[in-house]
Structures are given as C-alpha cells and as structure tokens.
C-alpha cells in the first residue's frame, strides 16, 4: 500500500532544501520508506496514480520525526530528595562524592526487577512519542554489574519490540565507579572492558559511552574503554567537559566518536578535534538548566568550525528529569542561543548522525525511512516557541501512523 500524504508546510531538514520549507509539499510513503517527496505540482502522475490513499493535512507544518539521541530512560527510582538538596546548596558534585547521585540510581535500579524497570521506562517513553519522538537512544550505566548492564540494555531492546519506536543502545557501564570496585577504578574499567565483548556477543551493545570528568572516569580510562570498543569494531561517544576540561573531547575526536555530549567546557582546541573528526557536539540544555550552570557550551566556536549540532533531552533522574523534547528546543534557543531552525536540525537531522543513522533517519526524502511528525504549527519555529503545548497531530513510524 502507498499513501500519499499531501498539502503539507515540509520541514524536510535535508542539506539544500530553499529556505528549507516546501509549500503544498507531498510524501508519498511505500511500506516503511518515503517513495517520493516534493511539491505535490512535481510529482510524476503515475506515482500519484499509484497511491492507493491519500490524506490532506490542511497545510500543516511536516518534520521528520524527533530523535533523542541521549537518554538515559531505564532505572529504577527517583531523586526529588536530592532535588530538594540541591536547592538547599549542596553540588551535584557534593552530593556525587557523598555517595548519592548515580550511585544511588545504581542502587534502586539494581533493586527493580525486568518487568518493573520495563513498565517505568515505557512510561516515559510514551510521553516522549506523545511529543513525536520516532527513535531514542537509550544508555546502560545503572547497573554496573555485567548482569545489571545487560538487564538495563535488555529492557532498552523490549521497548523497541513493544513500541512503535526505534531504539539504540549505547553501553555506558563506565558511568560511574561500581560500589564493589571502590579504590579499585583500574580493576573496574578492566571488567568494564571484558563485559563489554560479552554483551556486545548477545547483541546488545549499539555504541559505546563513558562519563570522562573529574566525577567520572580519567581520560587513560576512558582510552581504555574506547580501545575495547575499536576491537570490536563498535562506534564510540562521550559524556566530555560537563564538569571540567578533561580533554575529552579531542580523544573521542581520535577514535571517530559519533558524538561528544554536554560539552560547557569545551576548549578551542576540543572544538577543533571535533570539527576535524566530523563528530556531532550533543548539547543538553536540560541538564545545563536543571543543574543552574552557568558555563555555556562554546556555542559560536561549534558553529564557526562547522560542528553539526545535535540537541537531546539526556532524560535520567539526576540531572535532567525531563521527558519533553519540545521544550529541549526552546531551551537549546532561549539558553544556549540556537535559533529555532538550528534546535529542529538538532532533533532530527543531527540527532540522527549522532546515532550512526544519517544516511537513513533524521531527513525527509526519497528513499529514507517514512518516520515523520504532522504538527499543529504553520512554521518550524512554533515548535521551539511554545511551552507546554504539545502540537504533535499525527506521529508516523516506519509508514505506521499512531501506534505507541
Ligand atoms: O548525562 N553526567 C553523567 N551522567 C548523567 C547524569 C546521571 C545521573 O545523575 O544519574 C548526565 O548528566
Ligand atoms: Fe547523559
């Protein structure tokens, strides 16, 4: 069956599109890809023929379907007390080196079983397709055991069965020192090293993460977790200068990281590293916000070098409990001084190179994946501009409307 969705305002997203919309624009879509895309006055009359439906959206604004390519969706337990704390004074980091933060999401995670942990993430998975998310990147790095990694990354490859959504894992076991390897952290990226090939054998693993920080893990462990990763032939990204500079980014750089992600301490010289690499700089405006930073990312200089920028929500319980990535869009304008157009290339186009699927995901056009947003909006930047209004009409995935 081809349906032939027209009198779309298409936001296609794709390199060269004039002024990037399309007028009275027409997706015809062939079982999960998009067959033909264009002003419906273009379109070849044996295509239009051959469409056995058709459906008017009355001039609405058509995107590609979002992509949240950092998320950390699957865990157990939250941390409104910590929340609390914050507000009160304490660091991120206080509470962090206190034992509290990741190390207590480790502990609840660890206490919830498969089925809850799944019925929690699913949850929140929904509001985000609610929102028009078509595919998300999903982390490990609350279990911190082989068995809790591949519990969480487990849980992560069910939603995909059970929803209408794609879903990338991303192993990110050296997230945070395991209780059981305390003083021991050399000990710790060794099994994080040998789990790895494990999980990736039961094909688990999509990519490979760390959290390099002066929190997290150094710059020789985080080499060391990346060259596990290069033997197996599976792509790397980093959690880099969130907190500090660690240099970071420019080791991902070396080992053709897909993305380094937070990035508000980035120097000239983790810029140029990336730029060089062609890696995606994954700004999170809702951690920036929610822990009140106040170093900006080097938004300009990304810009300059020619840097894709890609937005996310980084959804966990630590430091972004957000499940919105419209309000992602505004965030990444009003705080960190994208315009509309470049936050929606940073949820959909960008997004999608993030996770490896540029080639397929993230654009609008003939021969990529049918995975599209229909919207209550005239124009792209509605989407970044209201707060709290959901605009999203209709969600397509794969060709299928509606399903979550
Ligand atoms: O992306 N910075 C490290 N990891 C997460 C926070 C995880 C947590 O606090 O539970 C992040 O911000
Ligand atoms: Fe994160």
């Given at each position: 069956m081809t349906t032939l969705w027209h009198n779309a305002t298409l936001?296609?997203?794709?390199?060269?599109a004039p002024g990037g919309i399309i007028e009275r624009g027409a997706l015809l879509v062939d079982r999960d890809r998009l067959g033909w895309v264009g002003p419906i006055g273009e379109l070849p009359r044996e295509l239009r023929l051959a469409a056995t439906q058709e459906i008017d959206v009355g001039g609405a604004l058509v995107t590609p379907g979002l992509i949240d390519c950092h998320t950390h969706l699957v865990y157990g337990g939250e941390r409104a007390r910590e929340f609390e704390m914050r507000l009160q004074g304490s660091s991120y980091e206080e509470i962090a080196r206190a034992g509290g933060g990741i190390r207590a999401t480790v502990a609840a995670t660890r206490a919830t079983d498969d089925d809850r942990l799944q019925a929690l993430a699913s949850g929140r998975l929904r509001t985000m397709m609610a929102e028009g998310v078509t595919t998300i990147e999903i982390k490990s790095g609350y279990g911190l055991t082989r068995n809790d990694e591949a519990r969480m990354l487990r849980v992560a490859r069910r939603l995909a069965d059970s929803h209408a959504v794609g879903v990338r894992t991303t192993y990110l076991a050296a997230h945070a020192l395991a209780p059981e390897y305390e003083d021991r952290g050399e000990d710790y990226v060794e099994a994080v090293c040998a789990w790895l090939a494990q999980l990736h054998a039961e094909g688990l693993v999509d990519a490979v993460d760390a959290f390099c920080d002066n929190i997290g893990f150094s710059l020789a462990q985080t080499r060391r977790v990346f060259e596990a990763a290069c033997a197996l032939r599976l792509p790397v990204k980093l959690h880099a200068e969130q907190f500090s500079n660690q240099g970071g980014a420019a080791l991902a750089a070396r080992f053709g990281a897909l993305s380094c992600d937070h990035l508000e301490h980035l120097d000239a010289a983790g810029v140029r590293a990336m730029a060089a690499a062609g890696c995606v700089a994954v700004l999170l405006p809702g951690a920036y916000y929610f822990l009140r930073q106040t170093q900006l990312p080097p938004v300009r200089e990304l810009r300059a070098a020619g840097v894709p920028i890609a937005i996310a929500?980084?959804?966990?319980?630590?430091s972004s409990p957000v499940l919105s990535p419209l309000l992602m869009l505004n965030m990444a304008c009003v705080?960190?001084?994208?315009t509309p157009w470049e936050a929606l290339r940073g949820a959909t186009a960008h997004a999608a190179r993030a996770l490896g699927l540029g080639s397929t995901h993230g654009v609008l056009a003939t021969?990529?994946?049918?995975d599209f947003v229909v919207w209550?909006?005239?124009?792209?930047s509605e989407l970044a501009y209201y707060i709290g209004r959901n605009a999203c009409r209709r969600r397509v995935h794969g060709g299928v409307e509606g399903k979550s």
């Open positions: 936001a296609t997203m794709a390199d060269g929500t980084d959804h966990n319980p630590g705080l960190f001084g994208l021969g990529k994946r049918a209550d909006a005239a124009h792209p």
